[in-house]
């Protein structure tokens, strides 16, 4: 799978697509999140609320 083909399965409610997301970007996203809040506990919780406003928000973007 790629990021087009998560970004589809997510718009149509296949949460593998998430999953795949997930996968690929958690790590990425944990260790910016630290950089910024220097909280690792924070930096979990922060990248947990991101993951989940892209699967509330993921129908208005634009995949070009």
């Keep these: 799978m790629d990021e087009f083909n998560a970004i589809q399965q997510l718009k149509r409610n296949n949460l593998k697509g998430l999953e795949w997301l997930v996968d690929r970007y958690h790590v ?9 809040t220097g909280d690792a506990e924070l930096a979990e919780d922060v990248t947990q609320e991101v993951f989940l406003n892209l699967f509330d928000t993921i129908m208005s973007f634009d995949e070009r």
């Design 28 to 36: 990425q996203a944990v260790q910016t999140a630290f950089l910024i």
